[in-house]
């Protein structure tokens, strides 16, 4: 058996089994001395691969398996156009970037949709890890996406907020790098919306019933999202609270 250090796609546990069938998963494993980066071109994916190289002051976040010789093997003739097989000390292996196969201008001509497509399977393996907020919105900023947010704390909309607005806290509007009247986007399970931000609500962020980054939306735009309930949670207004989505800028044109 082979310790296989994954930190590009293959953090999606589902797509390496797919590709190269049941595999022991270890769990999270960090790279130190190296940084991620997305400077190799995936046709099969359509956008920008990822890729680490050389940084004494930069770690990478990773997923260690247990694989066969033979899944090796198969794992080779996938992925070996643009990589290279790497053995480190620990006897643990990698896959990196082959040297003439690295296109610094890959991001820059990658689709925002066919990046993300790619890189919500190493946010699958992320969160699955248990990687940390930090880190996979750093994956998100070297891939050349939008910022993203992964709320938490959803909550319903007070009523005189309109169907097209999502409160917002400050925290988040400085991390999406958005004001009050941007346009940002909302995903949940594949469907996405454009709400305006709003402030929120200062009850849900002071006094004793506070959150951590809460937002609040409305029901009509919960509609479209089918966003589900996943628990119920009471504050000094608002008792409902909702599976996680996402929330990133978009272009207000």
């Not at 004494?56 to 990589?83: H, P």
């Not at 305006?196 to 019933?209: A, D, F, M, S, T």
Request: aromatic share 8%; net charge positive; with cysteine.
């Amino acid at each position: 058996m082979v310790k296989l250090f994954q930190y590009g796609s293959n953090m999606n546990k589902e797509r390496l089994e797919d590709r190269i069938g049941e595999v022991q998963d270890i769990g999270k494993c960090v790279l130190s001395g190296y940084e991620l980066v997305f400077d190799l071109w995936s046709n099969t994916n359509a956008c920008a691969a990822a890729n680490v190289r050389k940084n004494n002051n930069a770690f990478v976040i990773g997923r260690l398996y247990e694989v066969t010789e033979e899944q090796l093997a198969m794992l080779d003739s996938i992925e070996g156009k643009n990589y290279e097989r790497k053995l480190f000390s620990t006897g643990v292996v990698t896959y990196v970037g082959k040297e003439g196969r690295v296109d610094k201008s890959a991001v820059k001509k990658s689709s925002q949709e066919m990046q993300e497509k790619y890189v919500r399977h190493i946010l699958k393996g992320c969160r699955e890890v248990s990687a940390g907020k930090e880190y996979m919105h750093s994956v998100y900023r070297v891939a050349g996406l939008s910022p993203v947010y992964e709320a938490q704390n959803v909550f319903d909309n007070p009523k005189e907020y309109l169907p097209d607005v999502l409160g917002i806290s400050a925290h988040m509007r400085k991390l999406l790098g958005v004001c009050v009247g941007d346009l940002v986007e909302v995903e949940y399970g594949g469907r996405s919306t454009v709400l305006r931000v709003k402030k929120i609500p200062q009850e849900l962020i002071e006094g004793e019933h506070t959150v951590e980054n809460p937002i609040t939306i409305s029901r009509h735009a919960r509609a479209l999202l089918g966003l589900p309930k996943r628990e119920e949670r009471t504050t000094t207004k608002y008792s409902s609270m909702y599976a996680p989505l996402l929330v990133r800028k978009v272009v207000d044109v």
